[in-house]
């Protein structure tokens, strides 16, 4: 792994084994359309490599995206409540929806509590979670979103993330 990257932790949104082949990491921004379009893309990935790939996900609010903060807060929110991928999915699945009326939706359907997200959004309980993401992109490299790590590597194609899954399959070929 690279010096910059800083290991996965359990303090991170883990799906998969971490000692699975590829460890892919992204740091996203939920209001972020080219996150919105990674999210598919990253989608396929785990379904098509399975256990091969392990996926986590770093919060990465920009200031230029108005809900990209509260978002995250949400998905931290689900997270506390063991709900973190349901969040991230329905957040990006619901991208163009970003806000309070659907963010009272998203913790209504997962059977929790509206009035404690209010409390969240409103006292910044996980700001020093997301700060610490945020500080770890920065010192990793990160200077927009999506920014992909492979195997503690950052991820830079000329194609872009539309190149992550040829990246993979031939990442894995010599495992095959």
Request: glycine share 8%; hydrophobic share 35%.
């Amino acid at each position: 792994m690279s010096d910059l990257h800083p290991a996965v932790s359990s303090r991170d949104h883990i799906s998969g084994d971490t000692n699975a082949p590829i460890v892919l990491v992204e740091y996203g921004d939920y209001q972020c359309p080219y996150c919105g379009a990674a999210y598919s893309i990253v989608k396929n990935i785990q379904k098509r490599f399975g256990k091969e790939v392990c996926f986590v996900f770093r919060n990465f609010p920009l200031s230029m995206h108005p809900q990209a903060q509260n978002a995250a807060v949400v998905a931290e929110f689900a997270a506390k409540h063991g709900k973190f991928w349901e969040a991230h999915d329905a957040l990006y699945e619901k991208q163009r929806e970003l806000g309070g009326p659907m963010y009272s939706e998203l913790v209504k359907s997962l059977g929790l509590s509206e009035k404690d997200l209010q409390s969240a959004l409103q006292n910044d309980e996980f700001e020093d979670h997301i700060r610490a993401d945020i500080e770890s992109g920065n010192r990793s490299g990160v200077n927009g979103t999506p920014a992909f790590y492979i195997n503690g590597e950052k991820f830079d194609s000329p194609g872009g993330f539309q190149d992550l899954e040829p990246v993979i399959e031939e990442l894995l070929r010599p495992t095959r």
